[in-house]
Each structure stands twice: as structure tokens, then as C-alpha cells.
């Protein structure tokens, strides 16, 4: 599973990188405590929270799902990120996983 359930979706555990020359989801990574993380690159800068709403922009797109749903609530100053995508988390796990399928990542 990707992430972990919270009350109202799910948690995604995410590594951004910004101002990277492209916007795109890498796939999944190991972090240094040997956790996966979800690899995403936005060309927003890390300044005023634009990176941060980049990621969201770009997360919520590419799972199919309204900008709303889709909320960094974790490591706001950090690369690594909590983002909560609200809805049924077994719904999004397999959006999830579809996306990373899809992209062979």
C-alpha cells in the first residue's frame, strides 16, 4: 500500500524536488529509513508555497480528482511531504498504483 489511512483519505508520503526542468511524477522511491515515497518533480520554485501548490495541482491531475481534495499537511518547508488526498483510501491506493503502472515508473 502507498501511504497510510487517515479519517478522511489518505496520507501519501512524497519527495518533491522544485525547480526541476519539467513537471512529472517519478514513481516510487525508497527514503533513507528505507520507507517508500512518491518521487515528484515541479518547476515551481520553493518560495511563498508555489512548489507546494504545484505539487497539489499536479497530484490532483494525474489521480483524477477535484484541486480540493489534494493538501500537503506535512514537511510544508520541507522536500519530503505528507499530502493527504481525501476520499475512500482504497480508491485512491488504486488510483495510485494504476498511475505508477501506467507510467512504468
Known amino acids: 500500500m502507498i501511504g497510510r489511512a ?16 519539467r513537471d512529472a511524477i517519478e514513481g516510487l522511491r525508497e527514503d533513507a529509513s528505507g520507507g517508500r515515497v512518491l518521487a515528484v518533480k515541479v518547476t515551481a520554485v520553493p518560495e511563498k508555497g508555489k512548489a507546494n501548490a504545484a505539487l497539489e495541482k499536479l497530484l490532483a491531475k494525474a489521480l483524477g480528482v477535484a ?3 489534494v493538501e500537503v499537511t506535512g514537511g510544508l518547508t520541507s522536500r519530503n511531504k505528507d499530502v493527504l488526498v481525501r476520499g475512500d483510501p482504497a480508491e485512491i491506493t488504486a488510483a495510485l498504483e494504476k ?3 501506467e507510467q512504468g515508473v
Not at 11 to 21: C, E, F, G
Open 6 to 21: 487517515a479519517p478522511d483519505g489518505l496520507i501519501v508520503p512524497v519527495r518533491l524536488t522544485p525547480k526541476a526542468s
Open 99 to 101: 498511475l505508477i503502472g
Open 67 to 69: 484541486g480540493g481534495r
